[in-house]
């Protein structure tokens, strides 16, 4: 059975950091591009940050620089590191695997306060 499980969402001030981790299942892990996405209600869900599994990484233009994603291959494991939270950023952050026709996490809320 495919799982993603996401954690390390919570409340942080605007300006703090939060790290969010997602374990995915070994079989479709080595061979996924790995993301994380996010949503708001009412509006679409948006790429965050991405990672191959050569490593080659992207972001949306509002996170770069502030948000880092890396991946441990030996923990099947990937994380997006938040620094310099803003209010904009608070969303239900939800993880992605590209291997077959994709797989999501449950979604891990992230709340900024001003």
């Known amino acids: 059975q495919v799982q993603l499980v996401e954690s390390g969402g919570g409340l942080v001030q605007a300006g703090g950091s939060l790290r969010l981790s997602c374990v995915a299942s070994?079989?479709?892990?080595?061979?996924?591009?790995m993301g994380w996405y996010r949503q708001v209600p009412g509006k679409q869900r948006e790429l965050v940050a991405s990672i191959t599994t050569g490593g080659s990484t992207n972001y949306a233009f509002s996170v770069e620089g502030r948000f880092t994603i890396s991946r441990d291959n030996a923990k099947n494991t990937v994380y997006l590191q938040m620094n310099s939270l803003k209010p904009e950023d608070t969303a239900v952050y939800y993880c992605?695997?590209?291997?077959?026709?994709?797989?999501w996490g449950q979604g891990t809320q992230v709340t900024v306060s001003s």
């Open positions: 070994r079989r479709i892990f080595i061979f996924s591009t």
């Open positions: 992605n695997s590209s291997y077959g026709y994709g797989y």
